[in-house]
DNA sequence: GTTGGCACTCTCTGTGGTGGAGTGCCAGTC
DNA sequence: GACTGGCACTCCACCACAGAGAGTGCCAAC
């Protein structure tokens, strides 16, 4: 249906487009790609790849511009893997270097995505399941407020206010002692479970205070599964400003709405590999008109969340998916590491 | 120098550019405010005001808007103080029902103020500058890393990465006795003095590892000063994409750099009181032609931090600052109360 | 299947003209 | 002396229009 030099064509298409912002004519086309045929030919190819709706025009007597099946058909088929400058090869070895906890390597890896593709990164919070309980505090604030501090074995700090009902301090100390005891070593979801048998193991006095923790315990493991999400580049959108109902201005609602972003990153997860939405592919509405490339990270074995980029559908897609999965590895493994 | 008229004259060119966004001449001035005098009247008075620097045309023959300096005066001297609607004082009431802990408290004052403005809304994690240590663990993550994890009388609980170099976890938890015991109670500058002479007094196989705690502990307080700040509120820039290049743009590039935050909302500290930096009066460059209304929130005795909003020059000073006002207010007495 | 030629379409740019809003000024009135 | 009505003037915003340029579709020829 569509031979070698169609292809071309759309792919030549997709590219000028990308860099230059313009419908492009089967003038410009031969000049720039030296395709080895006149205008003429390349129009006739041209009117066949519209037909079958990889391309369309703006207005007649204008050039052609990728549409979103076109850029699909790019994406999936005829995008070169273009590898990353040694610059920005650099700039993730060391971009990291130095995070001070996991807050801060998020932090760093968003200003770091949104600074090699030049758009607007999002970063989701590692999920770390394989992470076991490592440590259990209950601090006293006062006779009856507390809060409940949990440490994972890769380091991150959860905290949940409780009330302590005015327990004596003999007791907080009795029953941090058995849950330490119980728990550490599990993973969340189990040390969830096992605490909820403990509670009846208790003696009846630590009871009440033991269930009003293990209750906070559980609003901890499970609310917290990263809802959380950090955005970056923003200042990027500037580049579109000319687009800005249908591009900057939904971007910017969908970044305050952390449940949309969690939807745009989510429904990407499962693969640690690059995964790509154009236009309508995305399941957010009024993002109709921009793409979102993602990828999950972690380790070879384990999917901790997601990271990608959203931008207008007329991205560099190659150089946006490279960056994309290069820093994708690269906080799996430098988290991995610890 | 300016007669009861010509300020009324001022008040009403300055409250219908807001309301109007364009330049307001003499006619409707009449029409819309009741002035009663002729056009012919205002006329003359304007071009007072405009030799004077209040306001200025944008060329002959249009209407006048106010300048920076119009809008000073107003603010200081014309706005009358708007009251907030019961839909608004209401809003705040519950906005913070059901807060879980200080970043919650933070995410939703964000969006609150956000909110009843319609603008750009930041918030500075408030310095609990009166809070005391509450307690100091150590956490071990491996032989070599553990986590220093500091809570605070406020709840408030920081960590921080700490190399243990192998030491026992006898020595971990002698050492974890000696800090709490010497620290709990001291606010977070007395105790890193105290621990700074502390460690002096430590027996010699403590030494090592209870100094690179006691840095990490150093660390913790001094970097920590609320260096964080919190956005929300980013698409109702979208009310001004007209202006993108003088407004939008410039905004979310500042949003994007923590340091121009805190100069932004920082220079304003020490008051407990509503403050308004208009046009060039702010300290940085490109917020040239937007205005930030801030406050600093805490305590009748004392001020932890700051809040505000930015948004464009034209903007409705009144209300603004009451909101402002309102939830600074709110969320001290709210974080005062725990 | 490919190409050159040609008529056609549509956007973009610049030009000139017009209407309207608003001003500044002046002479007259209270 | 302050206010007002009148008037000439200025400048923007809007519109219509023409011409250039880019690009197309189609057709006949190779």
Redesign the pocket.
Known sequence: MLDE?KLSILRAIVTDYVSMR???????LVERYHL????????????VL?EEGYIM????????IPTDKGYRLFVDRLGAVKPLSTAERRAIETFMAGAVDIDDVVRRTVRLLAQITQQVAIVQYPILSGATVRHLEIVTLSPDRGLLILVNSAGKVDQRPVDLGGASPELVADLRGRLNAALIGLTPTRAVERAGALVDELPADVRPLGAAVIAALLELTTADPSTRVVVGGVPNLARFSDQYETTVRPVLEALEEQVVLLRLLGEVAGTGDVTVRIGRENPYEPLRSTSVVASGYGTNSDIWANLGVVGPTRMDYPSTMAAVRAVARYVGRFLAEG
């Open positions: 030099r313009e419908p492009v004519g089967s003038r410009a080895d045929v006149s205008p003429a030919t390349v129009r006739n190819d041209m009117a519209e025009q703006p207005h007649t007597s204008a050039g052609r």
